[in-house]
């Protein structure tokens, strides 16, 4: 609106204002070839020239006091009109007879004269932009009302709430987004409702033979002669323990409408439980395990699934790769985010070029597995916060990276107290 008055209006006013400059001289070439053809006639005709007789050509038709003054040939002045004060616009013309006549007004009427053209498109081009301004505020509420509306509708499905109510708007553009959105957000509904629907399940109907293979294994550790006999099942049990937990987890995340399960974790005390559970492994296999010293570092995550992820990593580390299997974690920052990175590497061929693209992909494997580990370990940590990758191919690098709790806080300014995770073995009586 701002662009189309001053470009509209700017040169209409300087237009204006040369078209009225050029209106009275044009006026004032007219009056005094006027007023010399009125004098070279009655020069000719024998009669006094006075000053009554050039009067009628001084008037303000065009709003300029004129002065005019006829010299005769005689050398006699005659003036009618008043006297013209300060700068002045004349013009002059001699007549065949030897008279000469000035005719002039005053510059100063002819600059005002011009001003009130340049005011008045000034004013009428303020008027045009406030009237433009108005209905331009107008036109952009009508607008921006039904754009909020539908912002609030597409946080509350955000929020969770899977069918907001989305009230028409008039505008075709606008309601043809609401009803997509409501489109999307019954499709969401439904898959959440499925999804939910077979986590529940899937966790309750395993929740009994995991119960039953806990006791089964309690029992043989209980009972078992052999000390070897008896850690295996103490692994296996611990084992099932962890995988009772994801369970739980699952069930958990399938009941629960908000809210995260992230707490703040020492990396010591997960590397000490994985250092537990699969040194064994690793030892009889006849590959070195080594977990960096991290007493230090801290991060937000959820214990159950940071001890799946890193197990999945062992695993296939121990299934695909070769020699010294080490875990490391290290602080690392990405702008103003402090995170932690736990890299789990080996000395093996790494990954080939063919399947590291599509290595976290579902049912992906090289041949030897189900290809759901890394996929089910990616969404364990993302669920999280965190992200994992695979740093490198060769030798094969996976990195987790994780958010870091700040040193300067405690666990409990950084998130409330959660559920309660026990990583590792449970109490019981022997």
Same mark, same amino acid.
């Given at each position: 609106?701002?662009?189309?008055?001053?470009?509209?209006?700017?040169?209409?006013?300087?237009?204006g204002?040369?078209?009225?400059?050029?209106?009275?001289?044009?006026?004032?070439?007219?009056?005094?070839?006027?007023?010399?053809?009125?004098?070279?006639?009655?020069? !000719?005709?024998?009669?006094?020239?006075?000053?009554?007789?050039v009067?009628?050509?001084?008037?303000? +038709?065009?709003?300029?006091?004129?002065?005019?003054?006829?010299?005769?040939?005689?050398?006699?002045?005659?003036?009618?009109?008043?006297?013209?004060?300060?700068?002045?616009?004349?013009?002059?013309?001699?007549?065949?007879?030897g008279?000469?006549?000035?005719?002039?007004?005053?510059?100063?009427?002819?600059?005002?004269?011009?001003?009130?053209?340049?005011?008045?498109?000034?004013?009428?081009?303020?008027?045009?932009?406030?009237?433009?301004?108005?209905?331009? +505020?107008?036109?952009?509420?009508?607008?921006?009302?039904?754009? !909020?509306?539908?912002?609030?509708?597409?946080?509350?499905?955000?929020?969770?709430?899977?069918?907001? *109510?989305?009230?028409? +708007?008039?505008?075709?553009?606008?309601?043809l987004?609401? *009803?997509?959105?409501?489109?999307s957000?019954?499709?969401?509904?439904?898959?959440?409702?499925?999804?939910?629907?077979?986590?529940?399940?899937?966790s309750?109907?395993?929740?009994?033979?995991?119960?039953?293979?806990?006791?089964?294994?309690? /029992? !043989? /550790?209980?009972?078992?002669?052999?000390?070897?006999?008896?850690?295996?099942?103490?692994?296996?049990?611990?084992?099932?323990?962890?995988?009772?937990?994801?369970?739980?987890?699952?069930? *958990?995340?399938?009941?629960?409408?908000?809210?995260?399960?992230?707490?703040?974790?020492?990396?010591?005390?997960? %590397?000490?439980?994985?250092?537990?559970?699969?040194?064994?492994?690793f030892?009889?296999?006849?590959?070195?395990?080594?977990?960096?010293?991290?007493?230090?570092?801290?991060?937000?995550?959820?214990?159950?699934?940071?001890?799946?992820?890193?197990?999945?990593?062992?695993?296939?580390?121990?299934?695909? $790769?070769?020699?010294?299997?080490?875990?490391?974690?290290?602080?690392?920052?990405?702008?103003?985010?402090?995170?932690?990175?736990?890299?789990?590497?080996?000395?093996?061929? $790494?990954? *080939?070029?063919?399947?590291?693209?599509?290595? %976290?992909?579902?049912?992906?494997?090289?041949?030897?597995?189900t290809?759901?580990?890394?996929?089910?370990?990616?969404?364990?940590?993302?669920?999280?916060?965190?992200?994992?990758?695979?740093?490198?191919?060769?030798?094969?690098?996976f990195? !987790? %990276?994780?958010?870091?709790?700040?040193?300067?806080?405690?666990?409990?300014?950084?998130?409330?107290?959660? +559920?309660?995770?026990?990583?590792?073995?449970?109490?019981r009586?022997?």
């Open positions: 609106m701002t662009v189309a008055v001053l470009l509209l209006g700017v040169p209409m006013a300087v237009f204002a040369v078209m009225v400059r050029e209106a009275v001289v044009s006026d004032l070439v007219l009056r005094t070839q006027s007023v010399a053809r009125t004098v070279e006639t009655r020069l !000719i005709s024998g009669l006094e020239i006075d000053s009554a007789s009067a009628r050509w001084v008037d303000d +038709s065009v709003g300029i006091p004129m002065r005019i003054t006829v010299t005769t040939p005689d050398g006699e002045v005659i003036a009618a009109g008043d006297e013209i004060e300060g700068a002045a616009l004349a013009r002059s013309q001699g007549t065949p007879s008279a000469a006549v000035r005719v002039e007004g005053p510059a100063d009427a002819l600059f005002w004269r011009g001003a009130q053209v340049v005011i008045l498109v000034v004013v009428a081009s303020m008027v045009a932009f406030g009237v433009g301004a108005l209905v331009a +505020s107008w036109q952009a509420r009508r607008l921006a009302a039904p754009l !909020i509306y539908l912002a609030a509708s597409a946080e509350q499905l955000g929020a969770g709430r899977a069918r907001p *109510s989305i009230k028409t +708007s008039g505008v075709e553009e606008i309601d987004v609401a *009803s997509e959105l409501v489109r957000g019954e499709r969401m509904a439904s898959r959440m409702a499925a999804e939910k629907e077979f986590a529940a399940n899937a309750h109907q395993l929740r009994t033979p995991l119960t039953a293979l806990t006791m089964r294994l309690e /029992e !043989i /550790e209980m009972t078992a002669d052999d000390p070897h006999i008896a850690e295996e099942a103490r692994i296996s049990l611990e084992q099932v323990e962890r995988l009772v937990g994801v369970v739980d987890d699952l069930l *958990s995340a399938a009941r629960r409408t908000d809210g995260g399960t992230t707490e703040p974790l020492q990396l010591s005390e997960i %590397f000490e439980q994985q250092q537990r559970e699969w040194g064994p492994t030892k009889r296999a006849g590959r070195p395990l080594q977990f960096s010293d991290q007493d230090d570092l801290a991060v937000l995550a959820t214990p159950g699934a940071l001890t799946q992820a890193l197990s999945t990593l062992l695993e296939n580390s121990l299934k695909y $790769g070769d020699g010294t299997t080490s875990v490391e974690a290290r602080p690392s920052k990405s702008g103003a985010e402090v995170g932690v990175v736990i890299e789990v590497a080996d000395e093996g061929q $790494g990954v *080939s070029d063919d399947l590291a693209p599509r290595i %976290f992909q579902r049912h992906v494997t090289s041949g030897k597995g290809g759901l580990g890394l996929g089910l370990a990616r969404d364990l940590v993302t669920a999280d916060g965190g992200r994992l990758d695979l740093a490198q191919r060769r030798p094969a690098v990195a !987790i %990276f994780l958010a870091a709790v700040p040193k300067r806080l405690t666990d409990h300014d950084v998130l409330p107290p959660g +559920s309660m995770v026990v990583v590792g073995r449970r109490r009586r022997r």
